[in-house]
């Protein structure tokens, strides 16, 4: 995916609400969007280097959109949209040996109570997918979610549904990051949502984790990461 918008550095100060935040701008305080509800408390910290998109649109509050936070070494991408977007790309130029064999794929496909991100289509099989993008490291471990999501263990079990009808069913874990070892469920923090896709593994419905390429320039689906469940 290539990022075409103009980048610059900034200093995070704070986080104003779920959706705003301070940075400062070559020692000038500027009002950010951060496109990101999560809480991202381990990345979030003041003085921490960040890097903005400036998009100039008209009825944008601010033309800054906070896109990554360097940790450490470590470039992450927070931009919530960026995993279906990449995760898409990839399945278009059938860079995902797991699911290279399908025709369509389409996005965005309701099923029962859910809406779930892509649905994948030959003449006889259907693959349905919720993708989550993950953005929580721990000691180069990855983790999802960051805070309680009653959403996502929903969508766990909407493709238990999917996979007790006889369709294929996936959930993808876009970890928007490089340099991982594994990823894991945070049960620490939501362990109903690690009981949800335990159950979920164990009715087979199928589980993978992908770490990305993040550039400022562009980021892409790069290798499969373990996943310890």
């Known amino acids: 995916m290539k990022i075409t918008n103009p980048i610059i550095e900034a200093t995070f100060i704070k986080r104003l609400n779920r959706f705003e935040a301070q940075v400062d701008i070559h020692g000038q305080t500027n009002l950010v969007h951060v496109p990101n509800s999560g809480r991202c408390k381990e990345l979030f910290i003041p003085g921490a280097p960040v890097f903005?998109?400036?998009?100039?649109?008209?009825?944008?509050?601010?033309?800054?959109?906070?896109?990554?936070?360097?940790?450490?070494?470590?470039?992450?991408?927070?931009?919530?949209?960026?995993?279906?977007?990449?995760f898409y790309e990839a399945l278009l130029n059938k860079k995902i040996e797991e699911f290279a064999t399908y025709d369509e794929v389409l996005r965005e496909k309701n099923y029962g109570e859910?809406?779930?991100?892509?649905?994948?289509?030959?003449?006889?099989?259907?693959?349905?997918?919720?993708?989550?993008?993950?953005?929580?490291?721990?000691?180069?471990?990855?983790?999802?979610?960051?805070?309680?999501?009653?959403?996502?263990?929903?969508?766990?079990?909407?493709?238990?549904?999917?996979?007790?009808?006889?369709?294929?069913?996936?959930?993808?874990?876009?970890i928007q990051m490089d340099g991982i070892k594994y990823f894991t469920p945070n049960d620490r923090t939501d362990p109903d949502f690690g009981a949800a896709l335990r159950l979920a593994v164990s009715k087979g419905v199928e589980t993978y984790a992908y770490t990305c390429n993040v550039d400022l320039d562009n980021i892409s689906i790069k290798d499969r990461a373990e996943i310890m469940l």
């Open 52 to 86: 903005l998109e400036v998009r100039n649109r008209p009825g944008r509050k601010t033309p800054y959109e906070l896109s990554y936070v360097l940790k450490g070494r470590r470039l992450i991408s927070i931009d919530s949209s960026v995993p279906n977007k990449v």
């Open 114 to 174: 859910s809406r779930l991100d892509i649905m994948l289509k030959t003449t006889d099989d259907i693959c349905y997918i919720e993708v989550k993008g993950v953005t929580l490291e721990e000691n180069d471990v990855a983790m999802f979610p960051d805070a309680p999501t009653q959403r996502g263990v929903k969508h766990v079990n909407e493709l238990i549904k999917i996979k007790e009808s006889g369709m294929r069913a996936a959930i993808v874990f876009v």
